[in-house]
């Protein structure tokens, strides 16, 4: 099973990633770094969709004069393309709730709004 | 087959994402985030997508960042 | 204690994420189901079917277009529920005190270095929104290449140069641009072809296909530039 993970040393880094994520969003207290934990997160999954379209000496999926195959797969890609800008949404609509957050409650950490309901 | 570079590059994600898990000032953490978004874009245009990358270096060391400090500088600077 | 609980609970989640990838078959191997099923098709089939040399454009806005007209109507919602957060008190602000605070005073060095590459990046953005179809770039890459240029010259110049681009009776147009500019050639290819975003393939309507893409391009482009910038001046009013 060792030999297999060295094989797939960019989906272990994608995982060790995701599980850095998972614990900066159950461990730490404010807000802020709450989502920065959850777009670590995002990324880490971003980092493990597009290695699984790599493919030995392959080039990029764009049909120029010097094009070879073969070709690293495009469809993972638009996938992502996709996940990026979603994720920038969410952030986007995440951080003006935290704004509102501050300036009706004075605080944004998280045990002192669950102490003062 | 993974070169050195790409071994490199996954190693220094990991203590970037390290680093801003224990940072406690958070326009450091913020910072920190848009190096770690240049890292990624760096390791996918070595992977042959160049989409992708552009895509990330865009808006992830972009966009995020930039919402992320006007979301600091309206709220704290620390978290306690 | 609560420490070793979350440490218990990493570990907990870690084991079978490490098994499963070990199951995987190995990176970079080019008999993958990933390699040979779809994409395989799209490789081979992709240029003279959707007649654009980036394969990802491709994918993107022809053979999984409409994955990319809910994406758009993803991020329009966004900046409506972020509208439906942030207005009320940015107003209720403005009532109260109508005094507007001074932009702190930005060095020499960085006034001058914006104002000089300020038309560089714009025409660097134009350029990569248009050039979707024939290399590396599209619609959202431009968008947000423009917007970050925005909020820069927001940030250096002050809010207030900035303001009648925001505020002018157009805004509300080009905000919702990209999911326009979608329903919109829907319907038209809905027209020409008889399915909804339907790029028509004979020889003679080659021209509509183009013209869609590059509608649709554009669209997403100044779109999510105006996006991008009208949540900034928004966040940055509080």
């Not at chain 1, 709450?34 to 880490?44: D, P, Q, R, S, W």
């Not at chain 3, 990802?56 to 529920?81: C, K, P, Q, W």
Request: proline share 5%.
């Amino acid at each position: 099973m060792l030999a297999a993970l060295w094989n797939n040393v960019d989906y272990v880094a994608s995982v060790v990633l995701f599980l850095i994520g998972l614990y900066i969003i159950i461990a730490k207290n404010n807000l802020i770094k709450k989502f920065l934990g959850l777009n670590i997160m995002e990324t880490a999954i971003f980092s493990f969709i597009v290695a699984l379209g790599v493919i030995d000496r392959g080039t990029p999926p764009v049909m120029g004069p010097d094009a070879q195959p073969p070709y690293t797969s495009p469809v993972p890609q638009a996938l992502i393309l996709t996940g990026i800008v979603v994720a920038v949404s969410t952030t986007a609509l995440a951080l003006s709730l935290v704004i509102r957050i501050y300036q009706q409650r004075g605080t944004i950490e998280a045990d002192e709004l669950r102490e003062m309901e | 087959m993974s070169t050195a570079f790409d071994i490199v590059l996954l190693l220094l994600l990991i203590a970037i994402a390290l680093a801003v898990a224990r940072t406690k000032d958070l326009l450091a953490a913020s910072i920190i985030f848009s190096a770690y978004s240049l890292v990624l874009c760096l390791l996918w245009q070595h992977r042959g997508s160049p989409d992708v990358a552009m895509t990330e270096a865009a808006v992830g060391a972009g966009i995020t960042t930039v919402l992320f400090l006007v979301a600091i500088s309206k709220t704290v600077r620390r978290e306690k | 204690m609560k420490k070793a609980l979350v440490i218990a609970l990493l570990i907990i989640a870690a084991i079978p994420l490490l098994i499963g990838v070990a199951a995987l078959p190995p990176h970079g191997d080019a008999d993958t189901p990933v390699q040979t099923h779809v994409s395989a098709r799209y490789l081979e089939k992709g240029v003279e079917e959707a007649r654009t040399v980036n394969i990802v454009t491709a994918v993107i806005l022809n053979y999984r277009g409409i994955d990319t007209n809910g994406e758009v109507t993803v991020i329009f919602t966004a900046l409506a529920a972020s509208f439906a957060v942030l207005l009320p008190a940015a107003m209720a602000r403005r009532a109260a005190s109508a005094e507007s605070d001074e932009a702190p005073p930005v060095s020499m060095v960085v006034l001058f270095v914006t104002r000089l590459l300020a038309p560089f990046i714009a025409l660097f953005a134009l350029y990569v929104m248009l050039h979707g179809h024939s290399s590396p770039g599209g619609g959202f890459q431009g968008g947000a290449i423009l917007g970050g240029l925005f909020v820069a010259l927001s940030i250096v110049l002050g809010a207030e140069k900035v303001e009648p681009l925001l505020k002018s009776p157009f805004a509300p147009w080009l905000r919702i641009a990209a999911p326009l500019a979608f329903v919109a050639m829907g319907v038209f290819g809905a027209l020409l072809t008889g399915f909804y975003l339907g790029f028509p393939q004979q020889e003679a309507l080659r021209w509509a296909s183009e013209a869609m893409v590059l509608i649709i391009e554009i669209g997403i482009g100044v779109g999510g530039a105006m996006i991008f910038a009208t949540l900034f001046a928004e966040m940055e009013a509080q």
